[in-house]
């Protein structure tokens, strides 16, 4: 049914899109691999196998700092959006509080909005508020952010529960918590996977954010400490290198282990409307 | 709960449900809503940050295409939206179409392959792009050219000439996998047999992608350009690492522009400006592509979309 | 163990629709009622008042001695299979089933044993590990069941428990309801759109239409005596013949074009007498025999018959006029000339070998006891 040439066509395209997407990466990891003494300044493929570059990015480059600042950030922005947009989410959905439209509405609203737009007025707020140079100044903007998408994602996980299944628990007897922990929660799982793993996307690579707060090397993220790190050893490969794999290890880790979620989740979240 | 409430709808569920919703409330009007109100506020004022504010009136806004530099941002961000968005969908459309009408399999390890792209830290995106667009070296874009005899030596990224379009190139590279997924899975849905009788009734190669694959895939495409397209408007970071708008403002884009103007120009009003700027063409674009791309029948209550961030 | 009482129960949503319509009802201890009728009669809003998920309008109703109309669904103490059975997807059928028992704080070995005796009533007992997603329907509307009555409720509610299977399984699993529902011996009501279930599964049957009560009765009173227009039409396949008609005061029916002679002492006593009634006449397709010698018929021609072995259906053309029923068009639809006419068909219920054929003049006459005659304007039977 299928001529040679389509097949093989086919085939040919399909490595080929491959090829060019894993060039960049595999260039990169070459480089990470250099020997950061040699001051490396061109790509040479498995020219070397040596991770000094990468002891010289965590110790030196003080990557093991700016990773730990971006777990910190990462971490407390998504237990704060997981659970408070969960629960609000919920209530929205079976408790139907008054300003549930106009929440939704806002949230909506918010994570349509680009940084840009925030950025200076948050610079000025967390100024006044003292929290210039802290943890919370990159939790709480971005937490925010993240309560806005996690209502609009987990409202719509809530509601596609079966109605059926809440009222045969009702009949069952559940009261509104035996509700929420044993039927209404398992039945959101995979949404709120979903939506931690873009959360968690979105966060560890924050740039301006960080970028505008942050004043203080010692709690720069690994998205700012890496560009400064470009700044000063542009023209040694290995140890540039080893700092950017370094800072897009975690997020890849976690992609490889669930692209499921993560790639449905980026969609659907498009065609809920 | 169901029809007009059931027995047990309390007014305390009520209480409770304003409870549960505070934090949520409180993190939003706080971060939210209110800077967003300063923003627009700071919009019409001459201010620095620490010294007096003046009003500017609409001066920040009429800027917009007065200024020149602001001028070629937004059209730089005209020409991001190109290759952020419609050449990626183009080419991860018809990548999608030709694959359709072969059955395949395995294609779960491409999927990840050309999706990677987009987790990776764009940072890093920029570092490793700034080197294969370097003018010599090693492994090059310029070095795989001459691969074929030519003698290349353009600094890409560089040459005020070929900046923005490298940027771009990087931009198609960062999100063709994002829409070949995308499409790929619209794709899986249609049925082999259309296209088979497409065949038979003696249909081009043009005729099945734009009788049958396109139409089909209306909404995929609508999801890919609203992520692109948005994605491309608030591209800070990308040019930020690789070029920081240069060379001198070659590459000067929206978001470069509101960093710039609020953290060392101390002109807040004008930074403002942008960036509610930005934020209506965000809307206003989302809006569009939904329109445009609603099969007829549906242009009833428009609903907001997601978009995803690159902060 | 208890009975239920509705009285004079109504619903109405906030945009006026009047779902249930002063409805009063008595179901023994034991009893199975059915309720049927026609989609959107009324019949699931009305069970799910019962069980507490809707909220009354107007009306009482009572679980045993207890007035429950504005109690709280779980103090009713009232289970109910689902139609699309509400298995959490998440837990096995063992935690499925032992769910209810879990929320009332019943001891983890109490909980075994009782889900166990209801998986081996069940023929559940080597599924008990497994999830609804790995389950047959046949499995899930069982397990559906397990979870309503390890309860052992009051009361059983029924939502159409059959509709989601296939045909084959469906006659299968409506004995064993019927089993487990004699076993358990709880007050039940089983919800259904489908008139053959009704009538083989109800101690009683309740048919409803547009929010009203039109009759309740055991199955084949309301086979034989149909209160109402719409029930007899509803009720029995193929449906009951229904064509107006004037009744003339010496027994002289005239539908359409065609004259009957009835007895008057076979006619109801509210038409014998003077003057002529407008009615709409009644007779099921069994009740309709080849004329012979001397018997007053109808006659037409066959446009349709149907051979299935035990019988032969024969649809013959006529002049007469159907009665309107919007909603129960039948088994058989009117041809466009024929409704432009206002021609009707009658369906007769033959014997297999009665050598009818297409294009044939028939003659028809009705059995003189199983006549029905109801009132035009109220669709009610006239006695």
Redesign the interface.
Known sequence: ??TRT??Y??LF??LA??A???Y??V??I??ALESVKANV?????WHSLSLSSFKYAWNAGDFSQYMVNTAIMTIGVLVISAI??T??A???V???????RL?FF????????????????????LRSMNLLNGYWALI??????S???G??WMRSAFMAV???????????????W?MFR??LV??V?PALKTMSALVF??T??????P??VESNPNRYT??IG??TF?GAHFAN?GA??AG??L??LP??LV??IS?RS??SG??A????? | MTGDGAASDTVADRGIGMLLILPAVALLAIFIIYPLVKAVGYSFLNWDGVGPKTSAGLSNYTALWKNSVERSALEHAGILIVFFAIIPTFLGLVAAALIARIPRKGLVVYRVIYFLPQVLVTVVVAIVWTWLLAPSGGGTVNAIINLFGFHVHTAWLGDFSTAMISLGLIAVWLDFGLCFVLFLSGVQRISPSLYEAARVDGASLFDEFFRITVPMLRREIGVALTITTVASLQSFTLIYAATNGGPGNATIVPGLLVYRDAFQLGAVGSASAIGVALALLTFIFTVVIRMLLEPPGNRRRMRLRLRPRRA | MASITLNAVSKTYSNDVQAVDDVSLDIADGELMVLVGPSGCGKTTLMRMISGLERVTAGQIKIGDRDVTMAAPKERDVAMVFQNYALYPHMTVAENIGFPLRLRGVGKREIATKVAAATEILGLSQSESRRPPELSGGQRQRVAMGRAIVREPSVFLMDEPLSNLDAKLRVEMRSEILNIQRRVGVATVYVTHDQTEAMTMGDRVAVLEAGRLLQCDVPQTIYDEPANVTVAAFIGSPAMNLFEGTLGADGTLRIGEETLTLEPATLPSGLRGAGEHPVIFGVRPEDLRVAGEGDSFITGTVELVEALGSDLLVHMDTSARRAQLPEFGGDDELPPEAEVSGRGRFVARLEPRAGVRIGDTLRLTPDPARTHFFDPASGQKTR
Not at chain 1, 269 to 273: C, D, H, Y
């Open positions: 049914m299928f389509e097949r066509g086919t395209i399909l899109a491959a060019i997407t894993l960049p990466i260039a990169l070459s480089a300044n061109s790509i040479n493929f408070v947009a629960v609000a919920y209530a929205i079976h408790l139907r509080p008054f300003g549930s929440l806002v949230c909506v609203i918010g994570f349509m909005l680009p940084v840009e737009v925030l950025i200076t007025p948050w610079y000025y707020e709480l903007p971005q937490a925010a952010q309560v806005a998408f209502i609009f079966p109605e059926s299944l809440v009222e045969a628990a009702t009949l069952d007897g559940a009261s509104r035996h044993f039927v398992p039945s799982k996307l979105w560890w690579n924050a740039f301006l954010l970028l505008v690994v998205t890496l560009s470009q490969y540039l290198g950017a794999v800072a897009a997020v890849v992609y490889l692209q993560f790639i980026m969609f979240g498009s065609t809920v409307g």
